[in-house]
């Protein structure tokens, strides 16, 4: 059977998922409520890849919310931080679990992307109020546009029985986590 099919999901996913590990754009040029954008990479998503790409999403989301639960002053944003934390901490607990299960040796990252760590960075300098929320909220919609793109294109099309049940298992609740973050925005 052929996967030719979905292999157009895939490196779109790719360019997603990749373009997030990409050195950060200069931050002069950029607005300063609007997180820096990702400059996309081609190819293919490997398990490898993905792993990459799914624990620094959730160490990302666990210590951005941590952050937003001190520094933001909306209680809604608040509650979504501690979502955040909880369903990311559950998530990396499955991941470990799956990358055990998967042939191959996988490696669970243990810090950030540099792009990652320039959104921490700014919002780790972003005063506390407004301007914190809304770019704690942008970067919620941007990181989890990327993960649903990641993870429905590992589920569909990836090279790990065990980490593709991973991906399928968690889309909806990034969806549900991106439409969450969408509505925050207003």
Request: net charge neutral; hydrophobic share 40%; proline share 6%.
């Amino acid at each position: 059977m052929s996967r030719t099919p979905h292999l157009p999901r895939l490196a779109t996913a790719a360019v997603l998922a990749l373009g997030i590990a990409a050195g950060p754009m200069p931050l002069a040029a950029q607005p300063q409520t609007q997180p820096p954008t990702q400059a996309p990479v081609t190819g293919s998503l490997s398990g490898t890849a993905f792993v990459e790409q799914a624990g620094t999403s959730g160490l990302f989301e666990i210590e951005a919310a941590k952050l937003a639960r001190d520094k933001s002053t909306s209680s809604a944003i608040r509650a979504f931080a501690d979502e955040m934390i909880k369903d990311h901490q559950a998530m990396a607990a499955d991941l470990k679990a799956a990358t055990g299960q998967a042939r191959g040796e996988f490696t669970l990252p243990g810090q950030l992307t540099p792009t990652r760590q320039t959104l921490m960075d700014r919002l780790t300098a972003e005063p506390k109020g407004a301007g914190f929320d809304r770019l704690y909220v942008e970067t919620q919609i941007q990181a989890h546009r990327a993960a649903v793109g990641i993870f429905t294109a590992y589920a569909s099309d990836g090279d790990q029985t065990a980490l593709r049940a991973f991906a399928e298992r968690y889309v909806p609740l990034l969806q549900t986590h991106l439409d969450h973050a969408l509505a925050l925005k207003g």
